[in-house]
Structure formats: structure tokens, C-alpha cells
């Protein structure tokens, strides 16, 4: 996402505490679907972040916009980021 994230909006961008609290909460509620047949509803989520329900939908609708719904990482991406 680091890479994507100036491609996008044509700048890096600075992720304060708010910010990081909303992609924690984004990532955790996708993860959960993706790798899981059984999840809390969207509304559980949002009640537990404390976000509003409209919002976490909105934030996990550009979480997936910024990774183009590409879900998992190649191992040679993460190679690269280990290094």
C-alpha cells in the first residue's frame, strides 16, 4: 500500500494516531473476511472502532481501492520490503 499510496494521490501522505486507528480497523475487519467463512457483521466492527457504520464502509471501500482488491502479497514483495 506504501507504494500505491503516492501513485494515487500524486504525494505520500502522513498517517497520524486517528488515521492509524481507521486502517487498523479497515485491515482487521477485511482480513477477517477474507481468510474466514464465519465474521462479524460490518455494523459489530463499526460499534467496536467506535466509527460509524457509513464510514468504516466508506474506509474499507478505499482500503480495497488502493490495493486493487489484490489481497495477497507475493512472496517476493515481501522479500523486498524485508530487506
Same mark, same amino acid.
Given at each position: 500500500?506504501? !507504494?500505491? +499510496?503516492?501513485? #494515487? =494521490?500524486?504525494?505520500?501522505? =502522513?498517517?497520524? +494516531?486517528? !488515521?492509524?486507528? %481507521?486502517?487498523?480497523?479497515?485491515?482487521?475487519?477485511?482480513?477477517?473476511?477474507?481468510?474466514?467463512?464465519?465474521? $462479524?457483521?460490518?455494523?459489530?466492527? /463499526? !460499534? #467496536?472502532?467506535? *466509527?460509524?457504520? /457509513?464510514?468504516?464502509?466508506?474506509?474499507? @471501500?478505499?482500503? @480495497?481501492? *488502493?490495493?486493487?482488491? %489484490?489481497? =495477497? &502479497?507475493?512472496?517476493?514483495? &515481501?522479500?523486498? $520490503?524485508? !530487506?
Amino acid at each position: 500500500m506504501s !507504494k500505491l +499510496s503516492s501513485d #494515487v =494521490v500524486g504525494h505520500s501522505f =502522513v498517517i497520524d +494516531s486517528f !488515521k492509524l486507528h %481507521c486502517l487498523i480497523i479497515a485491515s482487521v475487519t477485511i482480513t477477517s473476511k477474507f481468510f474466514s467463512n464465519v465474521f $462479524y457483521t460490518n455494523l459489530r466492527y /463499526a !460499534k #467496536v472502532s467506535g *466509527l460509524p457504520l /457509513a464510514e468504516l464502509n466508506q474506509l474499507k @471501500l478505499q482500503f @480495497l481501492l *488502493l490495493n486493487d482488491f %489484490c489481497l =495477497v &502479497i507475493s512472496s517476493a514483495e &515481501i522479500q523486498h $520490503y524485508a !530487506k
